[in-house]
């Protein structure tokens, strides 16, 4: 059986996260690795808080406490925020951390003594009256490639390109806005095109997402360039090189190596090999769940870092990168105070299955898809409370009413057959990461449920004097919820569990292997039934703009930055 690497990616810890986050990486990865949980399959699920870089420092600076003061503040709000929405991490861990850290050193050196770093002296941007350089996005300016105004020195939002300082046309400091002075300095550079040998035959081969092949090798196609990975700021791993004192690495390149170094840590924890026996093994699966906008780093640059290294590494699996996630029809923006941050959410709407099935049925896996409170009101009410909650409400308490809270009987061939036919494309769409479709076929055998209960008509049957045929509609009513929660375990983990114990079935939902028992004999008990789910109120859509500036109110004065 393979072993599974899930990892999503780190979120920096400037902000909090909003809705397009928690979807693009964290949510996707979690029903993901929960997926391979209950197929029996290894998995390790890592993550951690991304807290080093020039943002951290000076946002430390305006609030005159130290980086990892700050930090160790972002990085608990966090947390705590990822296990509200039930994200199920093996390791949920921070870059400024023992572990990483020195990983992050080793790895470097050992790529520095294989002849894959060299140095240069580059002319960056400083600003006199900041009095420090401007690596990276504390330089902004137009996009030499699209003309986007306000291209950061690391990257285009707009067009995805890769940029240093020194490519923007008419850069300007960041924070201040004056036109920088330019100063040498010596810099030490990961020779990516030498490193990359290979790599690009591998990619075309594979059997990576189109958008991933097609973004990475368009890019690649442009010229693959050295990158600098050390940067003239001080919070952050010091770079190991000899020289390089008052260097530190370059965020991008040390953060990625954290799926590796998370492993690691949980080793350090709890005395385990899992480091060896994952990222060790050449035939593991590292599954990377992305917004599009880090693609080049989890195609290219981590791959070829790890080769660099002469170690055996696995290449990725897959990688999921989602396109963006609109509110409203515009981008997000906390400047422009345009979305709804994962803070705020909890807080319009307390229920986390809420926010995780609605968000995977808006899920942009193939184009960018628009978040309204419209489409989120009509998943809650008619998805999830109509289409599943009615129809186990319906069963478990006709089920008490009648038949005393238990019920045996045979199973309906047909349904049986149904239900066979739709696990099995499930199974085929998870493993794909086609979380929505996955989680649309779940809508389809609640359908289904109510479908058959309709047509079959049990109340009628008990008038008539046929309680073997009503037995019979039941129990199979209660095999198809069998399924509903089986399936439902890692878009709905909390809703998935109440109903697995409320028909009455052993342990757990998410015990590991439980999807592989899809297709097995109900226990034919009830147990205490009642709603699954409450519907949003009527006037909900009239009333949520209040309720998210309420929510707002409340988050801003509990968030640390």
């Keep these: 059986m393979a072993k599974w690497i899930v990892g999503s990616a780190w979120p920096y810890v400037n902000t909090v996260p909003h809705l397009g986050n928690l979807i693009g990486s964290v949510l996707s990865a979690d029903v993901f690795a929960r997926f391979l949980r209950l197929m029996g399959e290894d998995v390790v699920f890592v993550s951690g808080s991304d807290e080093h870089g020039t943002p951290i420092e000076v946002e430390a600076r305006k609030r005159g406490v130290e980086p990892k003061e700050l930090t160790d503040k972002v990085h608990e709000y966090v947390k705590k925020l990822f296990e509200k929405y039930l994200i199920s991490f093996d390791n949920y861990t921070r870059t400024h951390n023992p572990v990483h850290m020195e990983f992050v050193r080793e790895t470097f050196m050992k790529i520095y003594e294989n002849g894959y770093i060299f140095t240069q002296e580059m002319v960056m941007p400083y600003c006199p009256k900041d009095k420090m350089f401007l690596p990276d996005r504390f330089t902004v300016g137009t996009c030499p490639y699209c003309g986007a105004p306000d291209a950061r020195g690391d990257q285009c939002e707009r067009c995805g390109k890769l940029l240093d300082p020194p490519d923007l046309v008419n850069p300007r400091c960041a924070f201040c806005g004056s036109r920088p002075v330019w100063r040498k300095t010596l810099h030490w550079f990961f020779d990516l095109p030498k490193a990359a040998e290979g790599l690009v035959e591998w990619l075309e081969r594979s059997e990576l997402p189109n958008n991933v092949k097609k973004f990475t090798l368009n890019w690649v196609k442009e010229g693959l360039t050295p990158r600098s990975v050390t940067r003239d700021n001080k919070w952050g791993i010091p770079a190991p090189f000899p020289g390089a004192e008052g260097k530190t690495i370059y965020v991008w390149f040390e953060a990625v190596l954290g799926y590796l170094s998370a492993v690691k840590e949980l080793d350090v924890k709890n005395g385990t090999n899992l480091f060896e026996e994952f990222w060790k093994d050449i035939n593991s699966r590292p599954v990377y769940f992305i917004g599009k906008d880090n693609i080049?780093?989890?195609?290219?640059?981590?791959?070829?870092?790890?080769?660099?290294?002469?170690?055996?590494?696995?290449?990725?699996?897959?990688?999921?990168?989602?396109?963006?996630?609109?509110?409203?029809?515009?981008?997000?923006?906390?400047?422009?105070?345009?979305?709804?941050?994962?803070d705020e959410a909890l807080e319009v709407v307390p229920n986390?299955?809420?926010?995780?099935?609605?968000?995977?049925?808006?899920?942009?896996?193939?184009?960018?898809?628009?978040?309204?409170?419209r489409e989120f009101y009509r998943i809650v009410n008619s998805e999830l409370n109509d289409d599943i909650g009615n129809f186990a409400h319906?069963?478990?308490?006709?089920?008490?009413?009648?038949?005393?809270?238990?019920?045996?009987?045979?199973?309906?061939?047909?349904?049986?057959?149904?239900?066979?036919?739709l696990h099995e494309k499930y199974v085929k769409a998870m493993y794909k990461v086609k979380l929505k479709e996955a989680s649309g076929l779940v809508l389809e055998m609640a359908r289904l449920g109510n479908k058959y209960l309709n047509e079959k008509e049990p109340w009628r049957l008990l008038k008539e004097?046929?309680?073997?045929?009503?037995?019979?509609?039941?129990?199979?009513?209660?095999?198809?919820?069998?399924?509903?929660?089986?399936?439902?375990?890692?878009?709905?983990?909390?809703?998935?569990e109440e109903l697995w114990k409320m028909i009455g079935e052993p342990g757990s939902v998410h015990e590991r292997g439980k999807l592989l028992t899809s297709g097995s004999e109900p226990a034919g008990e009830v147990k205490e039934p009642k709603p699954l789910f409450q519907k949003l109120p009527?006037?909900?859509?009239?009333?949520?703009?209040?309720?998210?500036?309420?929510?707002?109110?409340?988050?801003?004065?509990?968030?640390?930055?």
């Excluded at 005393?404 to 239900?419: A, N, P, Q, T």
Aim: proline content about 6%; aromatic content about 12%; charged content about 35%.
């Design 465 to 496: 004097g046929k309680e073997e045929e009503a037995r019979d509609v039941m129990y199979t009513c209660l095999f198809i919820l069998r399924e509903v929660a089986l399936h439902l375990a890692p878009f709905a983990p909390s809703a998935a």
């Design 394 to 421: 319906r069963v478990l308490t006709f089920v008490e009413r009648r038949f005393g809270g238990s019920v045996r009987g045979r199973v309906d061939e047909e349904v049986k057959k149904s239900i066979a036919e």
């Design 538 to 561: 009527k006037d909900f859509l009239e009333r949520v703009d209040e309720l998210l500036e309420e929510a707002r109110r409340k988050v801003e004065k509990l968030r640390p930055i």
């Design 352 to 373: 986390p299955d809420y926010w995780r099935f609605a968000l995977i049925r808006m899920r942009p896996e193939e184009r960018d898809t628009n978040f309204t409170w």
């Design 296 to 342: 080049p780093f989890h195609s290219i640059i981590l791959p070829a870092l790890l080769k660099a290294t002469g170690e055996e590494y696995p290449l990725p699996y897959n990688i999921s990168a989602t396109e963006y996630l609109m509110y409203e029809g515009q981008k997000f923006s906390k400047r422009r105070r345009v979305g709804v941050w994962i």
